[in-house]
């Protein structure tokens, strides 16, 4: 089987640009969630996905978006980027149902100058 | 929300030893799940425990939910296991599982 696909795997961006980062799941899965992991504030859940529907949200601003799509894959947008946006953005799979393991993608390295 | 403190937050052993590594939370949960962060940055889901024991390999893990902590244990560490651990817990609620909160990690060196 295989495991959860992020791309890309680096970005370069400045400031105000806007970016979208893909994840697709393990297949099977229907939840989708993503984290933002920097050196200063750690791991941050950002919101979750399940079936098309954001089901969770974390404490990040309106700038921070994301969808999922009917075969799972999700996207995750971040608009007028900021410097403090630099971080590594990984992306969850799993099944979704209470008792789910995450499986973590490789991440997205965003650089934001 | 949820505060999860993990101790160590560094440790350097030799290959061969064995050591404990521990996640205290504040709260009750329904969701603890142990993380290893490789060098690479790849996080590696090592436990789903929310209660008792699990072993896998040189790997186990206990938690007691009731006194909401939890310990990983790594007997005869090898050079691979160096990187950075996590604990992470949540809640299931109706609305489905709430995004998971981290600790800051132990970090393990293992020296040959």
């Known amino acids: 089987k295989a495991g959860v696909t992020q791309t890309p795997r680096y970005l370069i961006k400045t400031r105000g640009q806007q970016v979208t980062l893909s994840c697709s799941p393990i297949?099977?899965?229907?939840?989708v969630s993503w984290y933002q992991q920097t050196p200063g504030q750690g791991l941050q859940f950002l919101f979750e996905?399940?079936?098309?529907?954001?089901?969770n949200k974390g404490n990040f601003p309106g700038r921070f978006s994301g969808r999922q799509f009917s075969n799972s894959r999700s996207e995750m947008n971040v608009s007028t980027l900021e410097l403090g946006d630099s971080a590594l953005y990984l992306c969850?799979?799993?099944?979704?149902?209470?008792?789910?393991?995450?499986?973590f993608g490789s991440g997205t390295q965003l650089s934001v100058l | 929300g949820i505060q999860v403190e993990q101790s160590p937050p560094d440790l350097i052993l030799q290959e061969g030893a064995n050591s404990t590594l521990r996640c205290n939370f504040s709260?009750?949960?329904?969701?603890l799940q142990w993380f290893h962060q490789n060098p690479w940055g790849q996080l590696i889901n090592l436990f789903y425990i929310p209660s008792g024991t699990k072993q896998n390999g040189r790997l186990s893990a206990t938690t007691v939910a009731t006194e909401r902590y939890s310990l990983l244990y790594i007997s005869s560490s090898q050079t691979t296991d160096s990187g950075v651990y996590f604990c992470?817990?949540?809640?299931?609620?109706?609305?489905?599982?709430?995004?998971?909160?981290f600790g800051k990690g132990t970090h393990l060196i293992i020296q040959p």
């Open positions: 992470a817990v949540g809640a299931y609620s109706g609305g489905g599982a709430d995004g998971l909160t």
């Open positions: 297949s099977g899965h229907r939840s």
């Open positions: 996905y399940f079936s098309e529907t954001q089901r």
């Open positions: 969850a799979s799993s099944t979704g149902t209470p008792g789910g393991k995450l499986f």
């Open positions: 709260d009750s949960v329904n969701n």
